[in-house]
C-alpha cells in the first residue's frame, strides 16, 4: 500500500474536523422569528368552527421504560384519553406517534429527530424528563417544531428557545405555596429536610423547599440525604426525629417515596411529612397505606375538585385505563387539549401557526383549573396543597 | 442516502460515538486487562471539555484535544497503582474508581451537581464522529501486527510468559490503559458536544457495562469489532422502532434476547461472523512467506565482556520456614551445556525462576552476565540475553505458533507501531525480517509448516519444541530449559537431544534441567545436581554418575553399582 497517500488522507481528515469546528450553531429554526411575524397575520377562525381534512400529527415522547417510566404510562394514558375525546368530536381530527425514549437522553434525541423529520408532526409533546428535555427540545427549537412539555419542572426548560413550551408548573411554583400552607395549618417552628442528592429533580426540589422555608422563617434542625436507589432509610429517619423537628419535609422520587413513609411510621416518627412532586401519585397512597395518611403534598392538579370537568376526567380515565389517574396523567390530558385549543384556533398544522396560537392561549378551562401561558411559555395556573386523608387526597385546609 | 443520514442523523452519530467508547473497552481488553473505568474517563472529559466550551469558548478541536488528554491522563495515573491487579479485582477497583468519579461530579458545583450542566453548543457532526471513529479504528488496524500489538496480544494470553520474553508487563499495561483512557475521553468530548447537556447519572455503572457490551458483541478478535458491536446495539433501538416494534417493555425485552443469542451463538462476537468471507490470520502473515526462510543459525548475542554468563554464591531461598535452595554456588561458563538433575522438591525450578528474575534470592549473589540481579524483574533479565521454557508448558495458546515464536524474539525486534501509524515502508521491512527470524526458529525446531496453526492445536511434544523455538527467536546467549523432555516418549526425547546438541553447537550456553537422567548424560558437558536444596556434585556426567551421595539421594541407599543412576524422570 501507498503509504504516503494514506498520510495524505488522514492530514486531510485531520483538518476537515478542525474546519468544522465552528459549525454548528446555524439551522432552519434561527429563522423562527420571521416566520411568527408572518403567522400573526393568519386569520384565526374561533374553535370548534375549524376543520381539517388530515388529521393533524402529534409526537409524543414519554418514557415508557427505565426509571421513569412510572410517570410515562399514566402520561401516554392520559394524552391518548383526551386525543380520542378529541378525535370523537370530529372537526379536527389528531394522530398521536408515540415513541418511548427509555429515560435516556440518548434515546430522546433520536425519537425526536425521527418525529420530526420521518413523520413531520405538528408539535410534540414530552419527553417525560427534564435532563432529557435538556437534550431533545434543542432539538425542535432548531427545526422549528414546537414542543409541549407536560412533566417538566426543571428551571431553565422553556428557556431554551421559543418553540419550547410547558403546562407543568415548575417547583418553584408549586413549593412555596406548600410550605406556606403548611406552616399555616401546622404552626411550624423548625423541620428536618431529607432528601436525594444524586437527582437533579429531587435536588432541585429540596432547594426550592430550603429557599421557601427561609421566607417563612422556619428553621432547617437537620438536613439528611440518601442516594436513588437506597431501601433503608433508618438512619436518616433516626436522625431526623432525633432533632425532634415540627415537620419532615422529604424530597424524593416515587420509588423512595413509599419506603421512606413506611420506615418513618415504623420509627415512630408522628409529625406531618411535607412531600415534594414525587410524592404526588394515589400510588404511594397504595403502597404506604397507613403510613400515608397525614402527608402534605404540593400538586398542580387538584384531584378533590368540585369541578365536573375533573370528575369527568376521572372517570373516563378510570374506564379507559386501570387505575385512578394521578397529576402526570392530568398534566398530560390538558397538554393535548391545549395542543387541540391551539390547532383550531389557528386552524392549521403548520407548526408555526401552532407555536403563535399556543401564545394566544389565556384564561382557558382546563382540568389544571384555570390556564394561561405566561410570557416565557411557562404555565400559570393554581397549585393546590393536598394532604392524604383516609386514603385519598384532600383539600389540605 | 441524504434523506437517510437526515432522517437518523442523532442514531448515527450515537453509533460513531459509542464505537469509540467501545474502541477504548477494547484497548484494554486486548490486553487482557478487565477495567470498567471508561465511563469515568469519559465522564471527566466530558465535563471538563463542556466547561471550557461553556467557560472559555475555546475551539472545538482544541477541546478535542484537551478532552483527550485529560482523559489518557488520568487513567495513566489510575492505571500506576491499579494496573498490579488481576481479573475482577482489576474491574472491581475501576467500577469504584467510576462511582467516586460520579459522587464528585455529583457534588461539585462547577460541575452543576445533580442537575447537570448546559447548555452545551451542539458542534458535532456526522462527519466529525466518523472521523473520530475512523482514527481509532485505524489505531487499532495498524497497531495489531506490530511488535507492540503482538506484545499485548501474549500479555493477555499468558502474563508470566510474556514478562519471561522481555515484555515489560506494567509499562504494556499503562499503554493499553492510557490508549483506553484517550479514547473514552474522545467519546466524552464528543458525547458532551453533541446531546448540549450532561448529568454524572449518564456516566455512571450502566454506562461502563454498556462499553463492555459493545466491545464484547463486537468481538476483541478484530480491529473492526467495536465497530460492530457499538453500531449494532446503538441501531437496535432504532430497528426495532423501524420494524414497527411498539415503544415499551418489549424493546428492552428483544434488546436483551438478541445479546444473549449473540453471546451464544456467535462467541467471537460479530466480527467472528466476517471470519469465514476471508478476515482470517493467515492473509495477514502473506509478507512472512514471501521471505523465504533460510534456515540458519539463530545467532545468539554478541558476547558481553567476560567472565560466566551465571554467576551464583552462597545463594539461599526460603519460602517462610522452608529452605528451598542453601548455600548454592556455580558458575556457567560460555558455551557450556550444564544439565542440572536432582530428585522431585529438590529445588530445580526455583533456582532456573531465580536465575530468570522470576523470584528473588533470600540470600546470596546471583549474577547474570557480569549483571547483579536485585530484584530485577523478569523482562530485564531477558534483555541481558536469557530465555527460558517452562515446565508446564506457557504458550500463548490463541496466538499462531509463528506468532508466538515472534513474541520470543521481542528482545531483538524493533518497535514498528509508531511508523506502522503513518505508514513509513521500514517498518514493513521489519515486520518482515522478525517473521523471517520468527519462521528460521520454526524451521530449527521442525514445525515451520505449522506456523499458521493456534498453539493450543499442537500436540504436547510440539508444544515443549514450540517452547524452545519461541525462546531461541530472541537470540539468547543463555537457554534454560525446564524439563524439555517430560512427558515425551523416547523417540521424541532422542530427537530433542540431537535438537539441544544442535542449539549448542551453534554457541548458545544450555542449562537443561531434566528429570530424563539419559537425556542429560548424553547432552550435557557438565553436570549439576541438587539435592533438598543443596548443590551435592558438580563435575562431567560420567564422574557424576558414580557419585556416591547421587547415587544415595536418588535411590535413598548407597548402591554398589554406579550404573544404576535411574535413567527415567518421575
Known sequence: ?397 | MADFVRTYNAVLVFMAINGVLAFSMYAVLIAGQLSLAQAAFASIAAYTSALLTINLGLPFPLVVVVGVSVGAIVALLLGLPVLRLRGVFLAIATIGFGEMVRIVALNLDITGGAIGLRPIPKVVTLWQAYLALALCACFFWRLRPSKLGRGLAALREDEVAARAMGIDVVRYKLFAFTVSGAMAGLSGVLFSHFTRFIAPGQFGFERAVEALLYAVVGGTGHWLGPVLGGGFLTFLPELQRQLGVEAGWLRPFYNGLILLAVVLFVPGGLVGLGRPLGVSRRRRFGAAEKAAPSVEAASPAGPSGNGPLVRLEDVGKSYGGLAALANVGFCVERGEVVGLIGPNGAGKTTLINIVTGLTQASTGVVEVRGTRLRRTPANRVTSLGVARTFQQTKLFAHLSARENVAVGGHRVARDTFLRRLVFVPGARRDEASDLARADRCLAMVGLLDRADEPAERFSYGDQRRLEIARALCGEPALLLLDEPAAGMNHVEAQSLADLIRSIAARGVTILLIEHNVRLVMRTCSRVLVLDFGRLIADGPPGEVARDSEVIRAYLGTSADQPSSVPEAGP
Open chain 1, 1 to 397: 500500500m501507498d503509504g504516503l497517500r494514506w498520510i495524505a488522507i488522514l492530514s486531510v481528515g485531520a483538518l476537515l474536523l478542525a474546519a468544522c469546528g465552528g459549525d454548528g450553531g446555524t439551522s432552519p429554526g434561527a429563522e423562527g422569528s420571521d416566520a411568527a411575524a408572518g403567522a400573526t397575520d393568519t386569520p384565526s377562525q374561533a374553535a370548534g368552527d375549524c376543520t381539517l381534512d388530515e388529521p393533524v400529527k402529534v409526537g409524543v415522547v414519554f418514557s415508557q421504560t427505565g426509571p421513569a417510566a412510572v410517570y410515562g404510562s399514566t402520561q401516554l394514558n392520559g394524552a391518548e384519553l383526551a386525543a380520542e375525546e378529541q378525535n370523537a368530536e370530529g372537526g379536527v381530527t389528531y394522530e398521536l406517534i408515540v415513541e418511548d425514549d427509555a429515560s435516556d437522553p440518548a434515546q430522546g434525541i433520536p425519537a425526536f429527530e425521527k418525529l420530526i423529520n420521518q413523520d413531520q408532526v405538528s408539535i410534540i409533546m414530552g419527553p417525560t424528563l427534564s435532563n432529557t428535555a435538556f437534550s431533545t427540545d434543542p432539538v425542535a427549537q432548531d427545526a422549528g417544531v414546537p414542543v409541549l412539555g407536560v412533566s417538566n419542572t426543571a428551571e431553565g426548560i422553556t428557556e431554551i428557545g421559543d418553540y419550547i413550551w410547558r403546562n407543568s408548573l415548575t417547583e418553584g411554583q408549586v413549593i412555596p405555596q406548600t410550605i406556606e400552607a403548611a406552616v399555616g395549618a401546622f404552626d411550624l417552628q423548625k423541620v428536618a429536610t431529607l432528601y436525594g442528592d444524586d437527582d437533579s429533580f429531587t435536588v432541585s426540589g429540596h432547594d426550592t423547599f430550603v429557599a421557601a422555608l427561609e421566607e417563612q422563617g422556619v428553621d432547617v434542625a437537620t438536613t439528611q440525604t440518601f442516594a436513588k436507589g437506597n431501601t433503608d432509610f433508618a438512619p436518616q429517619l433516626t436522625a431526623a426525629r432525633d432533632a425532634d423537628p415540627d415537620a419532615l419535609v422529604v424530597s424524593a422520587l416515587a420509588e423512595e417515596a413509599a419506603l421512606i413513609l413506611q420506615q418513618a411510621a415504623e420509627l415512630g416518627i408522628d409529625v406531618p411529612i411535607i412531600g415534594g412532586n414525587g410524592f404526588n401519585s394515589p400510588a404511594i397512597i397504595e403502597q404506604a397505606g397507613e403510613a400515608a395518611e397525614g402527608v402534605v403534598v404540593g400538586a398542580a392538579w387538584n384531584s378533590a375538585s368540585d369541578d365536573p370537568a375533573t370528575a369527568d376526567f376521572i372517570t373516563a380515565y378510570e374506564e379507559a385505563a386501570d387505575g385512578a389517574p394521578d397529576q402526570f396523567a392530568a398534566q398530560a390530558y390538558a397538554g393535548m387539549n391545549l395542543i387541540a385549543m391551539a390547532v383550531e384556533s389557528a386552524c392549521s398544522a403548520e407548526p408555526d401557526a401552532i407555536r403563535d396560537a399556543l401564545g394566544g392561549i389565556t384564561g382557558v378551562e382546563t382540568v389544571l383549573g384555570e390556564f394561561s401561558f405566561t410570557e416565557s411559555r411557562d404555565a400559570d395556573h393554581p397549585a393546590v396543597v393536598q394532604i392524604v386523608e383516609d386514603g385519598s387526597f384532600a383539600i389540605l385546609e
